[in-house]
């Protein structure tokens, strides 16, 4: 019999609490009753994996098992994402955001970007590839781009940086041409030279001192996570946001996504393309 074959008593309404409570101290991320089906596979799925005889057991052993706190968490996260994911913000930040930065700033400095959350890479990538084919002062500056997530498995993909056709469809078949070469199975891997280019890092939105580790940054694009959040943890988030900007730096959000019940601290900025948040400079 494999550890899948095996009879596990259903999760109780305490353990599923248990659980969730669990994830949301890590992640600020809020799950509950309602989502009991996806609770469920997933944790069936990692008793299978850990050889754990009953929910009870497995919930005891996550307390003192990092590893096992880790894996957890990156089968809970959901990390849809794709290159060019809204677009309209790509422009923003090669039209408006980054001609006020570089007011600021000399030529060849330094202007850091960070994709928090990025998933498997294609935010982080994306900037790169926009900035490189529409920022006609790429070369003139020093940017760095940082990709940051808590899931370490979607890390780790975004460090190989190989996509399928989903990820890539929205971009021109000349950038897929210029910046990506075959890979097995009909992928396509990012070349080498982007793949250096961009550095990723873990860090959870909701940890102070882990944000803080990152360093201060220009441009922030915070898109698509804070929809799984609760009031709390988006405020939390945000607040390490704030202070992980520059003065003067932009936070650009999903689509879904507004600073107006989160926090007073930004100036609201509306441009042609995007409406994005400034913190403010002085
Ligand atoms: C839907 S993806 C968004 C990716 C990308 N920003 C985009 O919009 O395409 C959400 C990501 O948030 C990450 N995430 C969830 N909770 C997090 C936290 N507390 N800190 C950092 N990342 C988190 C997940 O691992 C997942 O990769």
Known sequence: ?????????ALTPEELRRFCEFLYARTGMQFGESKRYYIERR??????????????????????DPAETAAVINSFTVNETYFYREEHQLRCLSQD??????????????????????????EAYSIALWLLENWRMVDAYNIEIVG??????????????????RALSRLPPAVIGAYFEP????????????????????????????????????????RNVLIYFDDDSRARAVEHLHDSLAPGGFICLGH????????SRFAIRRFDDAIVYQRPAG
């Open 1 to 9: 019999m494999t550890a899948r074959d095996r009879i596990i008593p």
């Open 43 to 64: 944790l069936n799925d990692r008793l299978a994996a850990t050889g754990a005889l009953s929910f009870a057991g497995y919930l005891n052993q996550l307390r003192s």
């Open 97 to 122: 955001i980054l001609p006020e930065i570089i007011r600021g700033k000399g030529p060849g400095d330094r202007i850091r970007i960070w994709s928090q959350p990025c998933s498997t890479g294609e």
């Open 148 to 165: 940051s997530d808590i899931d370490t498995d979607a890390l780790a993909a975004a460090r190989e940086g190989l996509y399928g056709e």
């Open 183 to 222: 890979a097995r199975r009909g992928r396509r891997r990012i070349i080498e030279d982007l793949r250096q280019s961009v550095t990723f890092t873990e860090a959870n939105l909701i940890d102070r001192g882990g944000m803080k580790e990152q360093g201060v940054f220009d441009v922030i694009f915070c």
């Open 256 to 263: 879904t996504e507004s600073m107006s019940r989160i926090s």
